[in-house]
């Protein structure tokens, strides 16, 4: 978790450096260093932990580092959200920030196809607003992060072998 937590570092950094708007840049480079903060903690504890074995405070402790590190990388999600809908510049021609500026236009667009689906939508009551019993969430940048690559969905991650033939049949 805590070596995850320093991918969303770097992705808060590179997309800081693309955000057009100062404000949205500012708060990502902030969100940034508090996950790599929470993000190197958590390493620390886990790994002070591993040496001095099993005790109910540092495991209470280890559950309240990885806690916070989630909280910070929603945070920084939603710092990079505003910062795709206030615009990106060019990225710059490393194949990461490609890739970051990639992902959050991928988000951007699901985003602005739900607002129109939802627009053309009639679930809206007298004063045009949403029903909330058959609204849909917008999407998030977070939805994106945990679901699976398409080109993996539909791969069972372990076949169970047929009747008869082993796992090394397969390799064969």
Do not use: Y
Request: glycine share 4%; proline share 6%.
């Amino acid at each position: 978790i805590a070596s995850d937590g320093q991918v969303v570092v770097r992705f808060g950094h590179i997309l800081a450096k693309q955000c057009l708007d100062q404000r949205c840049s500012t708060e990502l480079l902030c969100a940034s260093e508090r996950t790599h903060t929470l993000s190197s903690q958590l390493g620390i504890v886990a790994r002070v932990k591993a040496v001095t074995g099993e005790s109910k405070a540092s495991s209470e402790l280890l559950l309240s580092n990885a806690q916070n590190l989630v909280r910070a990388v929603r945070h920084l999600l939603r710092a990079a959200e505003a910062a795709s809908v206030k615009g990106l510049g060019q990225p710059s021609p490393d194949p990461e920030a490609e890739e970051v500026a990639a992902f959050c236009l991928q988000w951007k667009k699901n985003l602005s196809w739900h607002r129109a689906k939802e627009a053309l939508n009639s679930n809206r009551d007298e004063l045009g607003l949403r029903k909330t019993q058959e609204a849909k969430a917008e999407p998030t940048l977070m939805a994106l992060v945990q679901e699976p690559p398409p080109q993996t969905r539909n791969i069972p991650k372990h076949p169970s072998p047929r009747k008869g033939h082993t796992a090394m049949d397969r390799h064969l």
